[in-house]
Every structure is written in C-alpha cells, then in structure tokens.
C-alpha cells in the first residue's frame, strides 16, 4: 500500500491511521464502505498485513482494534458517537476501547466503572487498565455500569472525551508495544451531557459480545501475516547461515520443525477462511471463540519456534525473541485463551456434531 510508503517504520497507530484515513483505506475495509454494514474479511485481512509488514507490532494493534470494535460499535450511536465514527474514518480522531476494569480483565460482568444515568446528565466514575490507544485517544468507549449485579442488562458504552475535567491518562510501564499508546485511564466523575450514552443503554454487554467477533477474527488474520512474515524471514536466514558442509536449513531436523510450523499456519488460515463468514455475516459467537482459541495457540508455538531456529541473533534489539513476547498478546488482548477454550468446551458436543456433518458433505 504505497499510501503507507512516505511514513517512517516507527510510525505510531495514531499516524498510521490518520495515513490510512485520508488515502480512504479506513471505509473501504466495510461492505459498501459502510461501518454499520460490517467488516469484509479479505479487506480487512489485506489492510492489516500491510500494516503489519511495515509497522510494529503497537502500531498495527492501534489501527485493529479500532477497525473491528471502535468504528463498529460508535456506529450503533448518535450524536458525539456519530461524530466521533466520522472523524474517526477519516483518519483525523482515534477513539480508545475502554472495556478491561481494574478488577480481573477476564471477569468482565464484574466489572466496577460505573455510569450515574440522568436524563440530562451522566456521571462517570471508575478505572480502566491496559487499553490501546489510552495515550493518543481524542475519546474513550468506555463500557460501563447502570446497575449493580452480573445481569447482561445491566451495562452500557458511553462516549468519554479525553479531555473532559476528571479524566486522567497514565502510560503502562512496558517498552513492548511501541505505537500502541497503551495506558490505564482513570474517570473521577466525569460528568457529560446525556447524550454521550451509545446506542441503548442496558445494551452495552450484548453490543461488545457482537462485536468482540469481529475483533477476534480480525486478530486472525493478523495473526496468519506475522506468522508468514516471520516464517519467511527464519527461512531466509537458515538458507544463509553456514553449518558443516552447507547450511542449517539441510538438517532434517531444522526443516521438519519449520515445516510444522508451516502447517499450523496454513490449518489457522483455513479455519479463519471457513469461519469468516460465520463471524461478520451470522454474529456466531462460538466460531469467534474457538478461533481466537486457535490463534493463541498457532502463535505461541509458531513463534516460539522460530525464535529458537535464530539462535543469538534472535535476543537483537527487535528480533525474534521481543517479537514472542509482543505476540503473546494474541493470547490475552480481547479474552485470554482459557476462556475462550471454556466457550469451545461449552459447545463441544454440537463442535463434534459440526465435524460429522461437515465430513459427509
Ligand atoms: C497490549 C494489550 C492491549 C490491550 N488493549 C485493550 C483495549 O484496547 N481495551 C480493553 O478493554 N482491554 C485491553 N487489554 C486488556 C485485555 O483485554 C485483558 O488483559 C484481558 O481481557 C485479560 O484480562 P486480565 O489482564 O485482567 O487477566 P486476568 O483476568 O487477571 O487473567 C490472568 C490469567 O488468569 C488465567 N485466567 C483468567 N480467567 C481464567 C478462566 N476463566 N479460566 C482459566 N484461567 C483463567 C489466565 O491464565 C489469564 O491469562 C489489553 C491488554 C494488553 C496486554
């Protein structure tokens, strides 16, 4: 994508998107280049790898979580959401997704910030860690609660602006997701206009669980890029590095690991081939979820492994070994692993029941 050609390579998610918005990038990953019409899985898959061929690992984080949660659900509001959807396809604003509570990420009806709904008037009152885009945000999607207790209903997404009184932005201590511009976000009764309420309220945990598919497959396709890229580079470089007679890419035992490797990519990029449809068009949230089960998996093993074939060189600055420990992010960002492995093992039987039907057709 030549439109990301003039950017330097350390170029920030905030950069990069509003790159990717004026050249019309942003709108044209949607059907119709329609937000509300949903994600196009090819474009969405093509537009992640170039960024995540050129950028690091922060930068293409940025830009993805806002293609496949952000701009979705900002599109089910009015108002400063519809606002915020528009600038936000045009490059010029970037809206952070503030779901993950100070308490357990993983326990998301649990979840503390809560919102005062008044007619006129909201209260935001609350604090959220580990969120992408915390530091470049102009706003905060900031899931919320209504009212007390574990009830699906009881929750809403409401539109925080970064730089209302009460809001404060803290950077996380870690050098690892360089343009990502992660950071915890503290709501000190942050007081708004009502209408900074999006979509429906009591609608907010129903909306995150649609949407949070999208996010899960589009962390598929990503996923299947930097495997590739990295895969391809390991490749090289055994081809080059000098052992007895040849190089170490003549070992059987070098070669049969790689070429596993190849086939845990190729079986993630068939299963995110079969379920993307599954995801955008029919909302199956159990395709999403045993997905991202996958991805977590393919990639800790997919980079692990080439980690270890780079020896030494791969403990370089930006090498193999920093890019394991940014990938493991696939396995915690949007549901860690164990839980979406206890939605596969909800649905086991009727997964086993899909396999027989699948295998006689
Ligand atoms: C780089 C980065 C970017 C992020 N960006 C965002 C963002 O933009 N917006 C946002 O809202 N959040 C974001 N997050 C937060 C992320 O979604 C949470 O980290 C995630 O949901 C897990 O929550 P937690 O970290 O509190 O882990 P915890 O819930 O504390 O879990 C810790 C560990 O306990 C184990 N565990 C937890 N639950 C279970 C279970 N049910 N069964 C078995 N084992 C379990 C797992 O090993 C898990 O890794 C980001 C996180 C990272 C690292």
Same mark, same amino acid.
């Given at each position: 994508?030549?439109? !990301? ?16 918005? $004026? ?5 044209? #990953?949607?059907r119709?280049?329609? +937000?509300?019409a949903g994600v196009d899985a ?18 293409? /984080?940025?830009?993805?979580?806002? /293609?496949?949660?952000?701009?979705? #659900? ?19 604003? +970037? ?12 326990? /998301?009806?649990? =979840? ?11 209260? %935001? ?17 900031? !899931? ?14 409401? =539109? ?21 511009? %992660? ?6 009764? +942050? ?19 649609r949407?949070?598919g999208t996010?899960?497959l ?16 390991? $490749? ?14 003549? =070992?059987?035992? #070098? ?10 990519? $190729? ?8 379920f993307g449809d599954r995801i955008t068009r029919g909302r199956d949230?159990?395709a999403?979820?045993? !997905? ?9 093993? +997919? ?5 270890? =074939? ?13 890019? $394991? ?10 549901? #860690? ?14 997964? !086993? ?9």
């Open positions: 994508m030549h439109e !990301l050609d003039e950017l330097p390579a350390g170029a920030s998610g905030r950069e990069v998107w509003r790159a990717l918005g $004026r050249a019309g990038l942003i709108e044209q #990953v949607y119709d280049g329609a +937000v509300p090819t474009r969405l898959g093509r537009l992640l790898a170039a960024v995540d061929e050129r950028f690091p690992v922060g930068t293409t /984080l940025s830009v993805c979580v806002q /293609l496949a949660t952000v701009l979705p #659900v900002l599109a089910s509001g009015a108002g400063p959401a519809a606002w915020a959807l528009a600038r936000g396809v045009g490059g010029e604003a +970037v809206t952070a997704l503030a779901a993950t509570d100070g308490g357990t990420g993983s326990d /998301l009806t649990a =979840l503390a910030t809560e919102v005062r709904l008044d007619e006129a008037e909201i209260e %935001v009152t609350g604090v959220k860690r580990w969120i992408t885009n915390a530091t470049a945000a102009d706003e905060f999607l900031v !899931l919320a609660r209504h009212r007390p207790g574990r009830h699906f209903t009881n929750f809403t997404w409401v =539109l925080v602006p970064a730089a209302a009184p009460g809001v404060t932005v803290t950077p996380a201590d870690t050098s690892l997701f360089a343009g990502a511009g %992660v950071g915890h976000v503290r709501f000190d009764r +942050v007081r708004l206009a009502g209408r900074h309420v999006v979509g429906r309220r009591g609608r907010g945990l129903p909306s995150f669980a949407h949070i996010e899960r589009a962390g598929a396709l990503w996923a299947v890029a930097l495997c590739r890229r990295t895969l391809a580079a390991t $490749r090289r470089r055994l081809a080059e590095r000098p052992h007895g007679d040849g190089v170490l890419w003549d =070992l059987d035992g #070098v070669r049969q690991r790689f070429a596993g490797c190849v086939v845990d990519v $190729r079986q993630l990029d068939a299963l995110t081939r079969e949230s159990g999403a979820a045993l !997905l991202k089960a996958a991805v977590g998996r393919t990639v800790d093993r +997919v980079l692990a492994e080439c980690a270890q =074939l780079q020896g030494a060189d791969g403990f370089g600055s930006g090498g193999a070994q920093a890019l $394991r420990a940014q990938a493991a992010v696939f396995g915690i960002g949007g549901g #860690v692993t164990e839980v979406v492995l206890s939605a596969v093992a909800d649905d086991a039987l009727a997964w !086993l029941a899909d396999l027989g039907t699948t295998s006689r057709s």
